[in-house]
């Protein structure tokens, strides 16, 4: 009975609001930064390559950013993870147990900081400045929204997701980097499903379980999923796309700029391909009209 309950539960959050790689709308990587509007949070034993900006910022266990971290509100950064630059921080700082940091940590507000933290090049908190161990807050995060998912509150755990913030508004939606993920401007790693909002600008080979594009993106790179890949209206894709058991959808006024590898592919009518197309199964070219009929 046990054994069966365990399974029911991981069923339940396998795909849960963490488990996944999300870009948020206008989410673009400027000189090696991750730039965003809303939070950002980085599962456990990640590698983030590059420095990250965006409102808050919490990490996991294990994390390893290879540049800047700039929140505007606060930052949680949990043990054992390594900054490669400096920590500035808007509001308040987390930092747990033996977290590296190789520049400098400045902090607007209160620094709460664990055991044997290093911070070569110092640090500056205009607010109280308390040493102890603070309490993961990734983790509590995971265990929290796996109850909420659980019970059947979905709604609930996206308002967690939307709301870290004081008040944060709905449409400021956050950057997930599930945990063991592995992000750089050569290729952004994942198990998981991802899904790109629109508007966004990334470097970056994209590999997954699934792929979902939203519209007007640029990326840098190829998409490459065990699944399903679905592009929106007038992306362009600087690269292959590739899936070993799915379908490819290529949709209205996009671009691939290489070759795209399918079981099946949707391709709409106003959509180009400028390498080859290699699909195992059908190819259906979709009409304006098929649209039309289809709504």
């Known amino acids: 009975m046990n054994t069966n309950r365990e399974t029911t539960s991981l069923r339940a959050t396998a795909f849960g609001p963490l488990d996944k790689l999300s870009i948020p709308d206008g989410t673009t990587v400027?000189?090696?930064?991750?730039?965003?509007?809303?939070?950002?949070?980085?599962?456990?034993?990640?590698?983030?390559?590059?420095?990250?900006?965006?409102?808050?910022?919490?990490?996991?266990?294990?994390v390893t950013f290879g540049g800047d971290i700039e929140a505007e509100g606060d930052c949680r950064i949990d043990m054992w993870s390594?900054?490669?630059?400096?920590?500035?921080?808007?509001?308040?700082?987390?930092?747990?147990?033996?977290?590296?940091?190789?520049?400098?940590?400045?902090?607007?507000?209160?620094?709460?900081?664990?055991?044997?933290?290093?911070?070569?090049?110092?640090f500056e908190a205009n607010g109280w400045i308390v040493i102890r161990n603070p309490v993961p807050t990734i983790v509590f995060l995971f265990i929290y929204?796996?109850?909420?998912?659980?019970?059947?509150?979905?709604?609930?755990?996206?308002?967690?997701?939307?709301?870290?913030a004081d008040g944060?508004?709905?449409?400021?939606?956050?950057?997930?980097?599930?945990?063991?993920?592995?992000?750089?401007?050569?290729?952004?790693?994942?198990?998981?499903?991802?899904?790109?909002?629109?508007?966004?600008?990334?470097?970056?080979?994209?590999?997954?379980?699934?792929?979902?594009?939203?519209?007007?993106?640029?990326?840098?790179?190829?998409?490459?999923?065990?699944?399903?890949?679905?592009?929106?209206?007038?992306?362009?894709?600087?690269?292959?796309?590739?899936?070993?058991?799915g379908t490819v959808s290529v949709t209205e006024g996009t671009r691939v700029l290489g070759d795209v590898a399918c079981d099946d592919l949707l391709l709409h009518e106003g959509a180009a391909v400028d390498g080859s197309i290699r699909a195992r199964g059908e190819i259906t070219q979709v009409r304006e009209k098929q649209d039309r009929d289809l709504e």
Request: glycine share 14%; with cysteine; proline share 2%.
């Open 145 to 164: 929204l796996s109850q909420l998912l659980r019970l059947g509150e979905e709604e609930a755990a996206e308002e967690v997701l939307t709301e870290l």
């Open 168 to 245: 944060g508004e709905p449409e400021d939606e956050p950057v997930v980097i599930p945990r063991n993920s592995h992000v750089s401007d050569d290729a952004w790693r994942v198990s998981t499903p991802a899904t790109i909002g629109d508007g966004c600008r990334l470097h970056g080979n994209i590999r997954a379980d699934s792929i979902e594009v939203g519209d007007d993106n640029n990326i840098f790179g190829s998409l490459r999923a065990r699944g399903d890949i679905t592009i929106g209206e007038g992306t362009r894709i600087h690269g292959d796309v590739t899936t070993r058991k």
């Open 30 to 62: 400027e000189e090696h930064d991750l730039v965003t509007d809303g939070d950002v949070l980085v599962g456990a034993r990640s590698t983030v390559e590059f420095g990250v900006r965006g409102r808050n910022v919490i990490a996991g266990e294990g």
């Open 82 to 122: 390594d900054i490669a630059g400096n920590v500035l921080v808007g509001q308040d700082a987390y930092l747990g147990e033996r977290v590296h940091i190789e520049g400098q940590l400045m902090v607007s507000g209160d620094l709460d900081i664990g055991d044997d933290v290093n911070i070569e090049n110092g």
